[in-house]
């Protein structure tokens, strides 16, 4: 599918590079003139990919370029105020083209925090095609700050959006590991799952018509409705052996085993494992609305009645007879993979924890504000009678 791409904040400008990276890499023609907004000089420099006049610089009269430190409300007010700088990047896009818009944001700062549910809701007034959201949330050892951000931000995210697709950092967090180092990782995985989805049905290089091949519909179709998304994720490499066999190696979070299964036996497993492994935000897959499953890979290895399995497979475990699925044939591909979708996911516990901790934080926050009033006050109130303001 074409996506308008619109990465807001540090985490969203990075993000979104990693995914101009993949489309180079792969040859894909998804994204249309990425886009990245920042209120700090220093962050959008940084962007590797986004081409130099896709980069949004706001705030300059409130921040001068310096950014908005953690503070949510005002990187919310900052993207009100310039929210027709950002329209002008975008009016630079073929947007007849487009069939979707997509705002990238790491959830927990200041910037894209603020920034992206405004976005979300100036680009519903406007236009007619949805808009999807990407939210990164924070890992719980980054602090109350950053949670109590990305609670508020998540919840008005969600209610501008026509649904938020969700990578959880707590969930991928990997110790021993310096952030920057982490991130990128963690971007480049990001990128793999939902590139792979947006990626299907935009094969390049290829006049074959799959058989059942995912088009932009149904990926809209699975995510319209609203509400928050997970991304699972599986491969498995196939490599022609010298004499013309097929060896296959399983790759899934590290793990290496070998498997010698068909190929309709292959995909069922690796749905299986897409749907139960890692998922970009853990929740319990019972009551997901609605689903989408994409296989990709070779053509030969695109096996009809594996992926149909797969699909009564996640219909079971989901209990959702709203279940779309498709192949996504790359010629020269060395694995074999299946990213599956799951909107619509209501019982996920790490929200509830992520509210949790936010009220938390608030009251925390109220608290030391009211303590620290009380103070100033006693320091200042010491000798008042007798020392008398200055005017
Ligand atoms: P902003 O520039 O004010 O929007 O804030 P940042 O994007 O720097 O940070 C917001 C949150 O995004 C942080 O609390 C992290 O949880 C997360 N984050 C920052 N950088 C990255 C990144 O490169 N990748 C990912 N996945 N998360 C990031």
Redesign the pocket.
Known sequence: MKLALIG?????G??VDEFVAYERRTGLDIFSAPVAV?T?KT?LHGLEHVPTDNRVLIGQARVKGH??G?DNEL?AEIAEQDIDEVQAALDEIPVHEVDAFLIV?????????GGAPVLAKHLKRIYTEPVFGLG?L??AD?GGI?TLNAARSFQTFVRESDNVLV?D?DAWRQTGESMRGG?DE??RE?VRRFGMLFGAGETVGNDRVAESVVDSSEIINTLAGGGVSTVGYAAESVRTTDDGGLRSRIRRDGDDAFDETNTTNRITSLVRKAALGRLTLPCDLSGTERSLLVVGGPPGQLDRKGIERGRSWLEEETGSMEVRGGDYPIPDAETVASAVLFSGVHKVPRIKELQRVAIEARENIDRLQAESDDNLDRLLDEGSEEIAPLY
């Open positions: 807001f904040g540090q985490a969203g990075k993000i920042n700090a962050d950014g908005v953690a990187g944001a790491g959830l927990g700062g200041g910037t894209g925090s990164v924070p890992a980054e950053y990578f950092n991130y963690i971007n990001i």
